[in-house]
T-cell receptor, first 111, second 119 residues
Framework: RKEVEQDPGPFNVPEGATVAFNCTYS??????FFWYRQDCRKEPKLLMS???SGNEDGRFTAQLNRASQYISLLIRDSKLSDSATYLC????????????FGGGTRVLVKP | NAGVTQTPKFQVLKTGQSMTLQCAQD?????MSWYRQDPGMGLRLIHY???????DQGEVPNGYNVSRSTTEDFPLRLLSAAPSQTSVYFC??????????????????FGPGTRLTVL
């Protein structure tokens, strides 16, 4: 079993719609969690952190469920520019030296 | 700040050749790392460094060497290229960033990547 798993998609989303997807992790001792965005043939960039109490940044909302060991990302009012691959990242080490990346969820927003 | 820079952007090697992928950052970050990204597998850590003179192995270190003589530079050396090393390589440094509610302690800043093909 992979340590961090994501549905690869693609999620085909009409412009203006809401899309949500999850990421599951296997290490219950994981310390912190992030969502990164990666555009085609580009480097990953931090989208947002995921806090225990949830985190909202504009149209993006991230949630953490420690009991079930998953994090989620919800995108409201999807824009064409939201088309990208979203990477789930889990920090499994206290010193922050063990970041594990999921394989990514591809989102395609269409007019 | 230029952030994290990598050279070259593209490279084609023949099996058995050696080469060095260059990585530099100008953010004075102590922690730097090298990842490879293959389809469907996510980014996998090759080597990392917590400061000048200190390096350690990641998840997939075989076939690669690193050194860290300065804070700024973290080159990755392929000793004898193999087709299995065909991949996209990302260098990253870690430092404070901002996201959502404010300061994030361990943001990874990635370079633009090197696309390597080994024939």
């Amino acid at each position: 079993r992979k340590e961090v798993e994501q549905d690869p998609g693609p999620f085909n989303v009409p412009e203006g719609a809401t899309v949500a997807f999850n990421c599951t992790y296997s290490n219950s001792a994981s310390q912190s969690f992030f969502w990164y965005r990666q555009d085609c043939r580009k480097e990953p960039k931090l989208l947002m952190s995921v806090y225990s109490s949830g985190n909202e940044d504009g149209r993006f909302t991230a949630q953490l469920n420690r009991a079930s060991q998953y994090i989620s990302l919800l995108i409201r009012d999807s824009k064409l520019s939201d088309s990208a691959t979203y990477l789930c990242v889990v920090n499994e080490g206290a010193a922050g030296n063990k970041l594990t990346f999921g394989g990514g969820t591809r989102v395609l927003v269409k007019p | 700040n230029a952030g994290v820079t990598q050279t070259p952007k593209f490279q084609v090697l023949k099996t058995g050749q050696s080469m060095t992928l260059q990585c530099a950052q100008d953010m004075n970050h102590e922690y730097m790392s090298w990842y490879r990204q293959d389809p469907g597998m996510g980014l996998r850590l090759i080597h990392y460094s917590v400061g000048a003179g200190i390096t350690d192995q990641g998840e997939v270190p075989n076939g690669y060497n690193v050194s860290r003589s300065t804070t700024e530079d973290f080159p990755l050396r392929l000793l004898s290229a193999a087709p299995s090393q065909t991949s996209v390589y990302f260098c990253a440094s870690r430092g404070p960033g901002t996201s959502g509610r404010g300061l994030v302690a361990d943001t990874q800043y990635f370079g633009p990547g090197t696309r390597l093909t080994v024939l």
